[in-house]
């Protein structure tokens, strides 16, 4: 199987490149590093030669920070990228998104919406894995927020994951068949966004400390206190299969006859 990675030299894209290469699948690299720009459509179409699968991880390398280009950065390269896929008789595309992505009031989170309409409307089969912050994404937040003397954050619940789960998801539903469905992962814990900067500012031996605030940003968005918009819209369970057992089937005492 010949798959492509367009952003293949990212966080997630080279994660996902290795592991498909441990599978044993023929892997091509698309990035502005070997000459392929996805935003302009440069070398989308030689790319995709040959290939049965593309997987576009493009949106993983956009700066979250960096908002106001965003959705005009990820529908343009979706555009470009489904467009070469349907000249080239790809088989599978494989997209990636953010659990919450409708209905937020960003440009970040439009652009993540304008990829899911135009991946449901393209006529390549498909598979969206959508997901949630990525626990990498923690510290490259705090940087950006920081000021020399405190980190000012939204108490934002949310339910972190890591790059090296997406990247494994995402090889999964590669090597599979379209389900031109929608799926979501995440961590397994939910935590405030503001606690865990906290506790990377603590690792790090850093003093500065972070500052609950309703109003601040988390990309390009202000959200209401309380909101659980960034979490997955499943729910985890506590009690486990052992659990009901002991309750239920209790070991049987036989009395004296």
Known sequence: ????????????????????????????????????????????????????????????????????????????????????EQAAGIQHHVGVSLIGAHGIDSEFFRGKSAQERLLDAAPTPHTLLRTTMLH??????????????????????????????????IVHLALGAPLNGAFELAG?????????????LQAAGDPRPVTPDHDAFYLGARFEPGSEVLLPSWRTTTTTFEDWRTEHFRPRVDTPA
């Open 1 to 84: 199987m010949r798959v492509v990675v367009v952003g293949g030299t990212g966080l997630i894209g080279s994660r996902v490149v290795n592991r498909l290469r441990d599978h044993g699948a023929e892997v091509a690299v698309g990035s502005l590093r070997t000459g392929i720009d996805a935003y302009s459509g440069q070398g989308l179409a030689e790319l995709f030669v040959g290939a049965e699968v593309v997987v576009d991880a493009t949106s993983m390398n956009r700066p979250a920070y960096d908002y106001e280009q965003s959705h005009d950065f990820f529908e343009t390269c979706t555009r470009n990228i489904l467009f070469a």
């Open 136 to 169: 990498e994404f923690v510290p490259r937040l705090i940087d950006h927020v920081a000021t020399t003397h405190l980190v000012r954050l939204p108490p934002l619940r949310v339910q972190p994951v890591s790059a090296d789960e997406v990247a494994a998801e």
């Open 188 to 200: 397994p814990t939910v935590h405030f966004l503001d606690a865990l900067a906290r506790q990377v």
